[in-house]
């Protein structure tokens, strides 16, 4: 099969813009493609696709996808590339046209950008069907002609390294418990020489006394795991690493606050911050990044027994600070506390961490973009920037003494683990809880919970666990290596 881009043009009536591979393949067909293209009906429409049979030996299907205005760059009502992102969602449109056809390989135009149209290709076929015995026929993406090859290249390992965050996150909880997670992360790292994985026990994590993150693992059968990964990318291995932290509960029943059964199967995404930021250091790794990076997973069940958290229980974090535990569902910040507090032992440029946090950061901004908390404008503008290259955005929101206050005010312990109104600014309260286990000048949060499915709003995406955001994480190290590097 073959994917062909169109451009619409600027007036209605006029005609229609092939790109270049499609200029070229029309002339191939002496001009046949234009023809078909002006009297089969209006012109494509912006990733819509028509699909022609028999134009050419070598490519019985032809699939042209609408890539909407040519030169379409960064708009700034969206915060994004609408050229990449019209690229990413035309793509892989083409190419699920050709899966549903059972041709086991496609050849994918460039249409001007081949990172964008890799990127495309590669997750709008991507699917978990593991554990069926009837699966959608493998559709191999290759980039049609070799003018871009390196960037399509590039774009395959940026979206393979967002699947293999949807793969973590789909697989159901007893398939990925604790030290599967950690395992499989281990066997994606095994070829890299520079790269060290540690997977350490229960008992490491009592020494380092992880007091909030046991309190929560304990409710559960399955033992917790503490993910160090050392990734050595830099010129100068003693060069201070960015540090990686992510939210890795397999999954959260909520604890003795239990939650509704209702939807609670998509609580085994509940580690989608360890999923994402493990994932974009294995990327890092395959892109060979010129950056050291520590990426640290705290990975446990939350779960109701009779050894679980009970509401109104206070534990001690790793830096000595109380927390009263008054809701159990509010597990994640209890495991990321202790980490964040863990990640200060490695002298970081800066500290990221990423973690379904707070059903309210979903209520604030749905799934167009990643939540992001942070005490660096810096750091914020890389994310931003990265992030408008990506399409997979972010939207900066406030870490105000304002919410602070909402959770150091606590009858019974230094903190209080909700905010003492509970539910008004949840993700925020939230944030201001994470700040108090940070010294570090550069840290961010990152609540992900609003963009950890996908039902249909990214086009290239199919419905599932979304494995956002993956990109702009690897978007952001690159740019970072690339500031190291000048």
């Known amino acids: 099969g073959l994917v062909l ?58 699939v042209v996808v609408g890539l909407g205005t040519k030169n379409a760059g960064v708009n700034d009502q969206e915060n994004w590339n609408e050229g990449k992102e019209n690229i990413r969602a035309a793509v892989a449109a083409g190419c699920r046209q050709i899966q549903d056809l059972e041709i086991p390989c496609v050849e994918v135009d460039p249409c001007g950008d081949a990172q964008a149209a890799a990127e495309g290709a590669v997750l ?114 003693n060069d201070s690493p960015l540090v990686f932290v992510g939210k890795g509960v397999t999954f959260d029943s909520g604890g003795i606050s239990l939650k509704p059964s209702s939807g609670m199967d998509a609580m085994r995404a509940d580690m989608g911050g360890a999923a994402t930021v493990c994932s974009a250091i294995v990327t890092a790794a395959a892109l060979n990044l010129p950056l050291n990076i520590i990426g640290l997973a705290p990975l446990c069940e939350n779960m109701p027994s009779g050894k679980a958290n009970k509401p109104g229980d206070v534990v001690r974090a790793r830096n000595g600070k109380t927390i009263q535990v008054d809701n159990t569902d509010a597990e994640g910040r209890l495991l990321l506390a202790d980490a964040l507090c863990y990640a200060h032992n490695f002298n970081a440029r800066a500290i ?57 005010d606590c009858p019974l312990a230094d903190l209080s683990n909700i905010g003492k109104y509970s539910r008004a600014g949840g993700a925020c309260t939230a944030a201001a809880f994470l700040k108090e286990f940070v010294t570090a000048s550069h840290w961010a949060h990152l609540d992900i919970a609003g963009v950890m499915s996908n039902k249909d709003e990214v086009p290239y995406l199919r419905k599932g666990m979304a494995g956002r955001p993956t990109r702009t994480l690897v978007e952001f190290v690159a740019r970072l290596s690339q500031d190291s590097h000048n």
């Open 124 to 237: 709008g076929l991507h699917e978990y069907n593991e554990l069926k015995q009837k699966k959608k026929p493998v559709v191999t993406p290759q980039l049609h002609g070799s003018a871009e090859s390196e960037a399509w290249q590039k774009g395959v390992i940026y979206a393979e390294g967002q699947n293999l965050a949807r793969y973590l996150m789909e697989a159901p909880a007893n398939y990925i418990t604790p030290i599967k997670f950690a395992e499989h992360i281990e066997q994606k790292l095994r070829s890299f020489s520079n790269v060290k994985v540690h997977i350490r026990p229960e008992s490491w994590i009592a020494t380092q006394q992880m007091g909030a993150f046991l309190s929560v693992a304990k409710g559960s059968a399955e033992p917790p795991i503490f993910l160090e990964i050392h990734y050595l990318g830099g010129t100068n291995t």
């Open 352 to 408: 990221v961490n990423a973690a379904t946090l707070t059903g309210a950061m979903d209520v604030a901004l749905g799934s167009a973009a990643t939540g992001v908390f942070t005490n660096s404008s810096w750091l914020w503008t890389h994310l931003y920037e990265a992030s408008i290259l990506t399409g997979d955005r972010v939207w900066r929101m406030p870490l105000f003494e304002h919410y602070t206050k909402q959770v150091t």
């Open 5 to 62: 881009g169109i451009y619409s043009s600027e007036k209605d009536e006029g005609a229609a813009q092939l790109t270049v591979a499609g200029d070229a393949f029309d002339r191939l067909v002496s001009g046949k493609l234009r023809e078909l293209l002006s009297v089969c009906g209006p012109p494509l429409k912006k990733g819509k696709t028509r699909i022609f049979h028999g134009l050419h030996q070598d490519f019985p299907s032809v």
